[in-house]
């Protein structure tokens, strides 16, 4: 079973940037669809970004302009570049992949937008 592991969080101030990573143990290229979600505190888990392939890519409204997923197959590795963060970004970020249904996440990254 891979195992995902997400890093690149931390504290920012708002207007700021921070770049997630998700390592994988073995190749992502099997993987035809992988994704960000987050969670905030007493909120459920909602999705970010989405990646299909190597370029097809979809994104929350709420992200869509600041955030940019994408995917580097010769690293196995998943990246989420965020720009211009809010505090409403707040949340613990995890990355996941998809594969004949079935999904494989990280254990998360926390991420914290504050002044």
């Known amino acids: 079973q891979v195992q995902l592991v997400e890093s690149g969080g931390g504290l920012v101030q708002p207007g700021g940037s921070l770049r997630l990573s998700c390592a994988a143990s073995?190749?992502?290229?099997?993987?035809?669809?992988m994704g960000w979600y987050r969670q905030a505190p007493g909120k459920e888990r909602e999705l970010v970004a989405r990646i299909i392939s190597t370029f097809i890519t979809r994104y929350a409204d709420s992200v869509k302009g600041r955030f940019t997923i994408s995917r580097d197959n010769a690293k196995n590795t998943l990246y989420l570049q965020m720009n211009s963060l809010k505090p409403e970004d707040t949340a613990v970020y995890y990355c996941?992949?998809?594969?004949?249904?079935?999904?494989?996440w990280g254990q998360g990254t926390q991420v914290a937008v504050s002044s």
């Open positions: 996941k992949a998809e594969e004949d249904g079935l999904g494989y």
């Open positions: 073995e190749s992502i290229g099997r993987f035809n669809v």
